[in-house]
């Protein structure tokens, strides 16, 4: 099977299922720092009222989660260590005490995965995998208990046809408890990745031929012979077709609490140029920033948008994007030449209307003022990194959940 041989040849590349965290891996940065934080960020309110619901509840039991496409058990990880809120004096920040699982299982086709999945988790209590196909329907042994969130990350559903998800989803629904979460997580259709392969019709069902080439350096990618797999592109209206669909087959409700796109400028393939003749380092320049030790060389870190003639529905959100974008990086150079200058005010930042971006001004601003005299290279560990937060939360909050990101999410309440 084509995306099995894929994902076996990443693995066997070594750096898709390595734990090495940093610059150019499966777990850089951008996926830690950003990615991982978008989904925990929009997931946690949903999955605290699960959570309050359960804890009302006399004699009812912990969560459970099921992980479909669980990979190398990133979901599990993701799950566990997802944190609350909590003070600066407080130590212990996760949301999910270990006690307060019942089950964690995670499912994938991948033998290779599974095993990896084994080796880092298979010793925790209550975790369990298995070689599982979602394709024909949610995998269920008999009499299997229902679960709190089934959980998909990082594009696992644009695996699936139509079809495929018209069953998955009437399958979850029916097994859900009333209240249940289904975080899906698709391909987002008009990803600046590949806006070559942007098309008009909204009826045309669109696949991209995904290769993961993107964990090679930028010199070796011609020279190796990589299989590619089909993946379906994806907006909220597509799925919410679906959704319609499996809950009238389930006789539920299958109610969409949000959608949310994550990675508008700093999917995988930003940099690999296969699905847009514009490719930019900014993947690599925005983990970079969240690199202890290591300055960040800011022109690259701008957005070079190149709008797609035809498509202005698209283009308006992410040029608005860029444009906060680069002009938040243009400010921080400023603050910190003036720094330099060691000038007793520095600039205050240009007018703007665009509300994120008038808070990311005001915290680098604060950042460079509270850092004089402020221990170590406060460049790399400190400004950077708030730069890096900075960007983040304009992502976060200038995306409209309409299938502009690199990842299209879902988070779906089960009603009965
Ligand atoms: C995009 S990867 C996500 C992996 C992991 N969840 C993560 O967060 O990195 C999709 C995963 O789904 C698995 N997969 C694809 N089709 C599948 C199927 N029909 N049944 C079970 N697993 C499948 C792949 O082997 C792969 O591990």
């Known amino acids: 099977m084509d995306a099995d041989n894929a994902y076996l040849e990443a693995i066997r590349h070594g750096r898709y299922s390595e734990q090495v965290k940093g610059l150019r891996c499966k777990y850089d940065h951008v996926r830690t720092q950003f990615e991982d934080f978008i989904t925990t ?11 309050k619901l359960k804890e009302s509840s006399p004699g009812s039991e912990g969560l459970r989660f099921y992980d479909l496409g669980c990979g190398t058990g990133d979901g599990y990880e993701l799950l566990s260590k997802m944190a609350r809120e909590a003070r600066l004096s407080q130590f212990d920040t996760r949301l999910i005490q270990e006690d307060m699982l019942d089950q964690y299982k995670g499912i994938d086709l991948s033998v290779e995965l599974l095993k990896e999945a084994e080796n880092l988790f298979g010793d925790y209590e209550h975790v369990d995998f298995c070689k599982r196909d979602f394709s024909n329907g949610l995998p269920l042994e008999e ?21 495929e998800l018209e069953k998955l989803f009437t399958d ?3 097994h859900a408890n009333n209240g249940s979460l289904i975080l899906a997580d698709f391909l987002g259709r008009y990803s600046y990745e590949w806006q070559n392969l942007w098309t008009k019709n909204p009826e045309e069902v669109t696949y991209m031929d995904y290769v993961i080439n993107y964990l090679y350096a930028e010199e070796d990618r011609d020279e190796v ?17 679906i959704l319609d669909k499996a809950a009238r087959n389930a006789g539920v409700k299958l109610e969409v609490e949000r959608f949310f796109d994550r990675s508008l400028f700093v999917g995988r393939h930003i940099e690999t140029g296969t699905y847009n003749g514009n490719p930019q380092p900014l993947r690599l320049m925005v983990s970079s920033l969240f690199e202890r030790g290591l300055r960040t060389y800011f022109p690259d870190l701008k957005v070079d948008y190149k709008p797609r003639s035809g498509f202005d529905e698209f283009n308006a959100p992410l040029q608005v994007l860029a444009e906060s974008w680069n002009s938040l990086v243009d400010y921080t150079m400023t603050l910190m030449e003036h720094y330099d200058s060691n000038e007793e005010l520095l600039p205050y930042p240009p007018q703007t209307s665009v509300k994120p971006l008038e808070r990311a001004y005001r915290v680098m601003r604060q950042t460079l003022e509270g850092s004089k005299g402020l221990y170590g290279d406060i460049r790399a560990d400190l400004i950077e990194a708030q730069l890096g937060y900075a960007i983040r939360s304009l992502e976060m909050n200038l995306q409209q959940g309409k299938g502009l990101g690199h990842g299209l999410v879902g988070i779906i309440r089960v009603v009965k």
């Open 41 to 51: 960020y929009y997931l946690r309110p949903y999955l605290e009222q699960v959570l």
């Open 143 to 163: 009499g299997e208990e229902p679960y709190d969130l089934y959980f998909t990350s990082y594009g696992t559903l644009s695996h699936c046809t139509n079809e």
């Open 172 to 174: 979850m629904g029916k």
């Open 225 to 241: 012979e990589l299989s590619s797999f089909p993946m379906r592109l994806m907006t909220p209206d597509e799925v919410m077709a």
